[in-house]
């Protein structure tokens, strides 16, 4: 049975992270914790984050794993951190939602595809980082499970 790419347990409300990389090691223990990567993926989302900024705009940042970390990776999922004090990903972009992602193959392309549909809407971002609930954060992406 395929794993669904996105459960209440997925999502944590109300973080505090004191830097990018606390935040993103978060999101990875979150995939971990969930079964959808090893934990060697984490260090892979460090990684990838000092490649260049996974900071996509509209208080919004897409941590995920470099190419090699595809064989650390056991299904495709993401979970979505609410941080509303919001953590410096550099050059003053603040993140208030950090979505951490894995995917097997090329899903990745189709999942970063809908999430930087609904983000680009700065609305849409700003209803994520008041939901009050997991199930509220849940209902924005039905349409990636």
Do not use: W
């Not at 509209?58 to 495709?76: D, F, L, R």
């Not at 993140?95 to 990745?108: P, Q």
């Amino acid at each position: 049975m395929k794993k669904e790419i996105l459960t209440t347990n997925n999502i944590v409300l109300n973080q505090k992270a004191k830097d990018k990389i606390d935040a993103i090691k978060m999101a990875g223990k979150i995939l971990v914790d969930n079964g959808y990567v090893e934990e060697e993926y984490i260090s892979k989302m460090l990684e990838r984050e000092e490649l260049s900024s996974t900071y996509m705009g509209n208080y919004v940042a897409v941590p995920h794993g470099t190419e090699e970390a595809k064989t650390s990776v056991k299904s495709s999922g993401i979970c979505v951190i609410q941080l509303p004090e919001g953590v410096d990903f550099g050059n003053g972009n603040i993140v208030h939602i950090l979505i951490g992602i894995t995917a097997v193959d090329n899903e990745h392309l189709d999942i970063l595809s809908k999430i930087a549909i609904y983000c680009s809407e700065e609305e849409n971002v700003l209803k994520m980082v008041k939901a009050t609930s997991k199930e509220e954060i849940l209902s924005f992406f039905e349409a990636i499970n």
